[in-house]
């Protein structure tokens, strides 16, 4: 690892500060991807500015909406009494993410700002237009089995890793940033892009902004919810697809309906359409293998994920299942 | 040193040219001893933000094992090989380095993490317990004893992580049975296979309803 600064900050303005003072500084909180990175010399940060001191670790209830800290540890949230009983969702996808030692160490923020685990950006002999912009993408034509089906570009196919950030833009969050110029929210959906001409940018914080805290808005899926993660083994993998499902169900009826995907994007990809046909028709297997056919359309496979065009539908239609009849 | 650890200084002017002409002469150990330091001025510390240089150590308060430790480090070293290269606390294993195998699993404030993931600096003031600090003179801890009873273990070489883990998972709430026990110890990778006996020695202990 090469050397850098280190300072630790206790206050949104003091972070924010100390990191716009250096070129190439970055904020570090639990560190579980970033000292990962460093290590493998993929992001080399002239300056750490610690945000561990900041008190932002709250979980709760303000008016209609849940509030939840940036420096939430992944393992309070999905612990969290207020969490499973009102956004059980959120607590299922963050207890299938990493393992209970990093989830005791891993923020909400930290989460949000985790990089593509893609071969080729991890790979520092290949090219990578992420890692270095100009330097092509290795896994176009490379080994692209857990490779993106949705918003590709000729620049970047690699996915979003998070398990977290599947379930909240599913659950319409706002992201909640402090910057140099103040405070602004950020819808979750708007939060991270698209690869595009410049895939080395994951998400749309501005310079040297700090996450400070998401919310999320009371809904009423409570009960019918189920992420559905499909990895390489039972534990500890990131997914080759996810499925986060909410449903609101009355008299056999979906009366409101959420559904998002990971695995598949550079960005926690939200179904839309698919949940526009769920809603108002029976919760039944043919209701949603309508709505996976739907949320398929426009997908486009690579050499070695062509599997994902059809393990997506299915994976699909299961979480719908589970969702409309919880264990 | 005294104050020259840190500086209030917001920045050190020369410290992208002394990284680089450092980075060229990476080979030399004698590049740090050539390196400018940063000036060292103690002023407006209100909100506790300090610097410390790349090429600074940083000092740094922990209690290990119920010990009280003032230790000075680079801000570049892990909480692991704070433990094994200046603690000599060589219990705590680095199996792969990067947070993917769980050899290096510890205790931060009753806390499981992984050391290997986690600089050492951001420990200050925090309370850190290793497979060394499990036992009470000669007795084992009830989790060590259970893993010899059911042979936990071939090689060996992930078990302290494993024990560790173990015990957090029993305290977190999270060994109801074994399908939880599976789930939530699915971040200690054992090559040797002895999961079973595993999860038969963390069932024991958690029947046992001691408090660990």
Redesign the interface.
């Known amino acids: 690892?090469?050397?850098?600064?280190?300072?630790?900050?206790?206050?949104p303005k003091?972070a924010v500060d100390?990191v716009s003072?250096?070129?190439n500084a970055r904020f570090?909180a639990g560190?579980?991807n970033l000292?990962?990175l460093?290590?493998?010399n993929i992001m080399t940060p002239?300056?750490?500015v610690?945000i561990?001191?900041i008190p932002l670790k709250g979980i709760e209830q303000q008016g209609n909406k849940i509030v939840i800290g940036a420096l939430a540890l992944n393992?309070q949230v999905a612990?969290s009494k207020l969490v499973q009983e009102k956004l059980p969702l959120l607590s299922q996808s963050l207890?299938a993410g990493?393992?209970?030692?990093?989830r005791?160490?891993a923020t909400v923020g930290g989460n949000m700002m985790q990089r593509t685990r893609c071969n080729y950006f991890y790979d520092t002999a290949m090219p990578c237009n992420k890692r270095e912009p100009g330097l092509g993408c290795g896994a176009l034509e490379g080994f692209n089995r857990m490779h993106a089906i949705f918003g590709t570009s000729e620049k970047c196919i690699a996915v979003h890793p998070s398990d977290m950030c599947i379930a909240l833009v599913a659950l319409d969050a706002t992201v909640v940033a402090a910057g140099p110029k103040g405070e602004r929210r950020i819808p979750f959906a708007e939060f991270h892009r698209l690869p595009g001409d410049t895939p080395e940018k994951d998400n749309n914080l501005m310079e040297n902004e700090l996450i400070t805290a998401i919310e999320i808005p009371d809904n009423a899926f409570t009960r019918n919810v189920h992420y559905l993660k499909i990895r390489d083994r039972?534990?500890?993998a990131f997914a080759v697809i996810s499925v986060a499902a909410a449903l609101h169900i009355e008299n056999n009826t979906i009366k409101d309906a959420r559904l998002a995907m990971g695995g598949v994007s550079h960005k926690p990809w939200r179904l839309s359409e698919a949940e526009k046909a769920l809603i108002g028709k029976p919760a039944s297997e043919k209701t949603f293998r309508n709505a996976a056919e739907i949320a398929m359309q426009g997908a486009k496979a690579y050499k070695h994920n062509a599997f994902k065009l059809k393990l997506g539908p299915n994976t699909i239609v299961q979480a719908l299942k589970n969702a409309a009849e919880p264990v | 040193m005294g104050d020259n650890h840190y500086s209030d200084q917001?920045?050190?002017e020369s410290?992208?040219e002394s990284?680089r002409n450092?980075?060229k002469n990476t080979s030399l150990l004698t590049a740090i001893a050539v390196t400018p330091g940063v000036v060292a001025k103690a002023a407006e510390n209100d909100?506790?933000?300090?610097?410390?240089?790349?090429?600074d150590k940083?000092p740094l308060k922990m209690e290990i094992n119920g010990v009280k430790q003032q230790l000075s480090v680079?801000?570049?070293v892990?909480l692991l090989d704070l433990l094994r290269e200046q603690l000599n606390l060589t219990g705590t294993k680095k199996g792969c380095?990067?947070?993917q195998c769980?050899a290096c699993?510890v205790h931060v404030n009753g806390?499981?993490?992984?050391s290997c993931?986690?600089?050492a600096?951001?420990h200050?003031g925090q309370k850190i317990t290793t497979i060394e600090g499990l036992t009470k003179g000669d007795q084992l801890h009830p989790m060590q004893e259970a893993f010899i009873k059911h042979d936990g273990f071939q090689c060996g070489y992930c078990t302290p992580g494993q024990i560790m883990?173990a015990i957090?998972?029993i305290r977190?709430g999270?060994a109801e049975n074994e399908a939880d026990i599976?789930?939530?110890?699915?971040?200690?990778i054992c090559r040797c296979g002895a999961y079973p006996n595993i999860v038969d020695a963390i069932t024991e202990v958690k029947n046992n309803g001691q408090k660990l």
């Open positions: 690892m090469i050397q850098f600064q280190y300072v630790r900050t206790s206050t003091a100390a003072k250096t070129q570090i560190g579980t000292v990962d460093m290590k493998r002239e300056k750490l610690d561990n001191n393992s612990d207890n990493a393992s209970a030692q990093i005791n160490m039972a534990s500890y | 917001p920045e050190n410290f992208a990284r450092f980075l909100l506790g933000e300090k610097i410390a240089s790349a090429f940083v680079e801000p570049r892990t380095d990067y947070g769980g699993t806390q499981r993490v992984l993931l986690s600089l600096v951001m200050e883990s957090a998972c977190e999270h599976r789930e939530f110890m699915s971040g200690n």
